[in-house]
């Protein structure tokens, strides 16, 4: 067990400390600092803009997608790379928010389930920064029964497919170059068969993104209507019917990266009761709230450590084990917890959410109202519970309704029967 | 950057858990609980044989020299089992206790009987209900001897040596460590209690000018608990994790056979769900216990932070295991028959015995504060 630098780690987070220190947009450090969790808003500049610039300065000088092989613009480090350089550019990784797709989730897919040409022309550009990706999986009949997607591919003669249907709360989807979509091509198979994944370009004709106003008055998530989207074969992403796999592939990375990436919220809740006083004293002088900010802390310190008892797996070329699946569990209710705890300490106060009007800004509110959504996207605290269940502790799934039948035959509504070949 | 135990290490547990699983099934532990016996005797002097209460004491005084990281795998295989043993009050608290202060002597006096497991030590520092802290320490040292009052003592029932906190006259007000030999019975008085957890028994001892070895120099109480203590944590934290775990893959288990409305209790989402609650926290537990070990055995700055650490979150998931291993169980679960009594016994023991959870959480919270520079009373 050792937590030290070896010699060559040491000496790596010298370089990127150099680096960091000479090439980083300094200028918006304070900026970034204050940022809320969960879509980047800046002031100053447009987000997008910014994190562009930061990835192909990143690219340009060999500090981009460290672990991915070289021959799709990465540089081939050794995963334990990738942590010291993030633990390096700390505030700064907050302008990786537009890439969480396609490098967190999409990038590894298609390193696993794609073509050559595909890894070729797909991946240099997301190591860049050139290329922003979206999901298109959930829809408004599926999000955790995501296996419920209707939206269809259909093949063509010329082997060619066209795609109708709706996705809904897809994060980003407007300023999304390329969107990775999951479709039923067979609706007449069992449910978890007849998927298809494909890419498509997010201008193509017949693509429709409408902003979604959310809780926290940003609109970040988008409706996308597929109107007859044509889509050539190539862009398809594994086999015909295999959707359901890719689609595995690509959670599992979400949750990997999602749930090594959320913040918990305790250092700026750990600073806010040093600050604030309660008749005349920092909160931290309370008993009682020791207690409650002593479970935050171990919270927060326990997934750190969980995630580098995951890194230290894949530094060793194994899988990150079952423990990864708790990460974004305890991580978003943590979130809500604490943002909860700070209004309360902050009293009446609590309830403005503007910046400037006293020494205290607005995060805790924005943190309040963006932790409903943690504890939603990427499967929700039940999906997640489920899945630690079924996966992790082997325990029976739960009854279903659906199971063995032809998808379109499943029912969709209280008034319908299911048929008598699930009975 | 290794975040992990090393091969040598795992298969040291393995070794061990296989050995107490042979050893030390439950019916061996409940012999214990029934009060037909104080504590495991065979098991303990075994243990001593195999060189599993010298993992971290030096070969020069009869120990295996290994280290705290083995020292940590084998408490949490104790926990795990229930084993009832005065492994933590001689091991954890006396060993360290010697090896941070001990004269030469008084090491070679009494690290090689830890190490085979010649010995039992209990550590007497409380005086009563509440959180006894050294300013209200009554039992005093002078004059080479100890006279006051302890209760509760761990393990104080079964010691033939005792580590007491005292005043020490020879200091202005302040306390100091002793080495109390329990052997001669006419200087103290022992009482044995009713144990929340049996298989950890409980006395009071009632010193009367029993003679009394300084270990560490003059008023040095404060200074070595607060560092044996931090150790003790780390340890104490693998055992509830060790315990902790057994306890969910009982439940997990029992879900399986359990049937009703025609299906597996496990297949209930309200059942699953508690489950992965309770997963969610051993993980948790045990990602933080491996940081604690590794301060530790570094000696890292960060010990008394990572030691509070780890010891809040392990006391948490092994107090929710527990309680919530016993409600899976449904009736069955409040039965003397079934175990689970055992681990929400054990559980709630270990939350209090060296420092309980709220004192540990004040502690985090200072330490946090400090590593920031600021100090909080
Ligand atoms: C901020 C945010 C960003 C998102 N980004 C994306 C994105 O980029 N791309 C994308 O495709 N999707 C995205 N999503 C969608 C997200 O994946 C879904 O919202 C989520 O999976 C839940 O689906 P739903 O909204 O349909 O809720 P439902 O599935 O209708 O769930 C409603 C409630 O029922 C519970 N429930 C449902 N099924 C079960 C069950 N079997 N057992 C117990 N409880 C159950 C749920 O836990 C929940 O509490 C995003 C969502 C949010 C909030």
């Not at chain 1, 996207?377 to 082997?394: F, P």
Request: proline content about 4%; some cysteine.
């Amino acid at each position: 067990m050792d937590f030290d630098d070896t010699r060559e780690e040491a000496e790596f987070r010298a370089r990127a400390r150099a680096w960091i220190t000479k090439n980083a947009p300094h200028e918006l450090h304070t900026e970034l600092v204050n940022a809320p969790f969960g879509h980047l808003d800046l002031r100053s500049v447009d987000a997008v803009q910014a994190a562009r610039q930061w990835q192909s300065r990143k690219a340009r000088d060999g500090w981009a997608c460290l672990s991915w092989p070289e021959e799709y613009g990465g540089q081939g480090a050794p995963q334990m790379h990738t942590i010291i350089w993030s633990q390096e550019e700390a505030v700064y990784s907050r302008l990786g928010a537009p890439f969480l797709v396609s490098q967190g989730s999409l990038g590894p897919t298609i390193m696993t389930w794609g073509t050559e040409a595909q890894k070729q022309k797909l991946l240099p550009p997301i190591v860049t920064g050139v290329d922003i990706w979206c999901q298109l999986f959930s829809e408004p009949a599926a999000g955790s029964d995501l296996a419920g997607i209707r939206t269809r591919s259909i093949r063509e003669q010329d082997g060619s497919w066209t795609l109708k249907g709706q996705k809904i709360w897809s994060s980003g989807a407007r300023e999304a170059d390329w969107g990775v979509i999951l479709t039923r091509s067979d609706p007449d198979a069992v449910k978890h068969h007849g998927m298809t994944m494909f890419f498509i370009d997010m201008r193509a004709p017949g693509v429709v993104v409408r902003p979604i106003r959310q809780i926290t008055e940003q609109s970040h998530l988008n409706e996308v209507y597929l109107d007859n989207v044509r889509v050539p074969d190539e862009h398809r992403i594994g086999p015909v019917g295999a959707g359901w796999k890719v689609a595995l592939t690509m959670l599992t990375n979400e949750r990997i990266t999602v749930g090594s990436h959320m913040p918990t919220g305790f250092e700026e809740l750990f600073s806010l009761v040093n600050q604030i006083t309660q008749s005349g004293v920092p909160a931290v002088y309370d008993r009682s709230l020791r207690s409650r900010l002593a479970g935050f802390a171990s919270r927060a310190n326990g997934l750190k450590y969980t995630y580098y008892r995951a890194l230290t797996e894949l530094s060793r070329g194994g899988e990150p084990g079952p423990e990864m699946s708790i990460m974004k569990l305890v991580a978003a209710s943590t979130m809500q917890e604490i943002a909860t705890l700070a209004l309360d300490l902050q009293g009446l106060r609590g309830a403005v959410v503007q910046e400037g009007m006293d020494d205290n800004d607005d995060r805790f509110q924005m943190m309040l109202l963006r932790s409903a959504g943690a504890r939603i996207e990427g499967g929700t605290d039940q999906v997640m519970r489920t899945i630690i269940a079924e996966r992790v502790l082997g325990l029976p799934q739960d009854m279903r309704a659906d199971k063995g039948i032809p998808f379109s035959a499943i029912p969709t509504s209280p008034n319908q029967k299911a048929p008598a070949a699930a009975e | 950057m290794n975040f992990d135990f090393d091969s040598n290490q795992k298969s040291l547990q393995s070794e061990m858990r296989r050995f107490l699983e042979q050893r030390s099934p439950v019916s061996e532990v409940r012999t214990v609980l029934d009060g037909k016996r104080p504590f495991q005797e065979s098991l303990w002097s075994e243990l001593g044989e195999m060189g599993y209460t010298g993992v971290a004491i030096d070969e020069c005084y009869g120990g295996t020299g290994l280290g705290y990281l083995e020292l940590c795998l084998i408490s949490e295989e104790l926990g795990r089992t229930l084993a009832a043993v005065p492994y933590s009050s001689t091991v954890y608290i006396f060993a360290e206790a010697l090896k941070e202060a001990g004269t030469e002597e008084q090491k070679q006096k009494w690290l090689p009987k830890i190490a085979k497991a010649q010995t039992v030590a209990c550590f007497a520092l409380e005086e009563g209900a509440g959180s006894t802290p050294l300013q209200k320490i009554k039992t005093r040292y002078a004059d080479g001897a100890i006279s006051g009052v302890k209760k509760p003592v761990v393990d104080g029932q079964i010691a033939d040596v005792a580590l007491v906190v005292a005043r020490d006259d020879e200091t202005e007000n302040k306390c100091s460590l002793f080495i109390v030999d329990l052997t001669d019975e006419t200087r103290f008085e022992r009482t044995q209690y009713k144990s929340l957890d049996p298989t950890r028994s409980l006395a009071s001892l009632n010193f009367k000018m029993a003679p009394a070895d300084r270990l560490g120099v003059p008023g040095s109480a404060e200074i070595l608990l607060s560092c044996i203590l931090d150790r003790a944590a780390v340890f104490a934290a693998f055992e509830q994790i060790g315990g902790a775990e057994k306890a969910l893959w009982m439940a997990r288990d029992y879900s399986l056979e359990r049937f009703a409305f025609g299906r597996p209790i496990g297949s209930f989402q309200a059942i699953q769900h508690m489950m992965a609650d309770m997963y969610a926290a051993t993980v948790l537990a045990r990602s933080n216990a491996y940081y604690g070990v590794w301060a530790l055995a570094t000696q890292s700055d960060d010990l008394g932070l990572a030691a509070a650490n780890a010891r809040v979150s392990a006391t948490q998931s092994y107090q929710l295991c527990a309680r919530d291993a016993i409600h899976i169980h449904g009736g069955m679960g409040f039965t003397w028959e079934f175990d689970c009594h055992l681990h929400y016994r054990r559980s709630n023991f270990l939350a209090v015995q060296y420092g309980s959870l709220s004192q540990w959480e004040d502690r985090l919270v200072r330490q946090l504060c400090a590593s920031d520079g600021v100090e909080i009373d």
